[in-house]
């Protein structure tokens, strides 16, 4: 019934940014909050960003000050704005979503982000 759909993935080089985006769709819900979780091989996925549909945000503390999550209620879109991206950045980016009338969490396919020179 719903589907996440994310865009912006790349190959950036260190200190470069990226701008991700991931759109909820498929049928009507209000959403509870949606946020970014990265995995990288050989480590666990791990909670970079989230945001409440109240507007509250977490991070991660290894991106505070470098990532901002956003979201746009009306179009059931986050977006993950990086910046002054690392190496250790480097890792496929899942989006994750959860709303009031169905059971969840749902998450994204992911999109790989690279940081390489």
């Known amino acids: 019934q719903v589907r996440l759909v994310e865009s912006g993935g790349g190959l950036v080089q260190p200190g470069g940014s990226l701008r991700l985006s991931c759109t909820a769709s498929?049928?009507?819900?209000?959403?509870?909050?949606m946020g970014w979780h990265r995995q990288a091989p050989g480590k666990q996925r791990e909670l970079v960003a989230h945001?409440?549909?109240?507007?509250?945000?977490n991070y991660a503390d290894s991106v505070k000050g470098r990532f901002t999550i956003s979201m746009d209620n009306a179009k059931n879109t986050v977006y993950l704005q990086m910046g002054s991206l690392k190496p250790e950045d480097t890792a496929v980016y899942y989006c994750?979503?959860?709303?009031?009338?169905?059971?969840?969490?749902?998450w994204g396919q992911g999109t790989q982000v690279t940081v390489s020179s």
């Open positions: 498929g049928s009507i819900f209000s959403l509870l909050g």
């Open positions: 994750k979503a959860g709303f009031r009338e169905i059971a969840g969490p749902y």
């Open positions: 945001i409440a549909s109240g507007g509250t945000t």
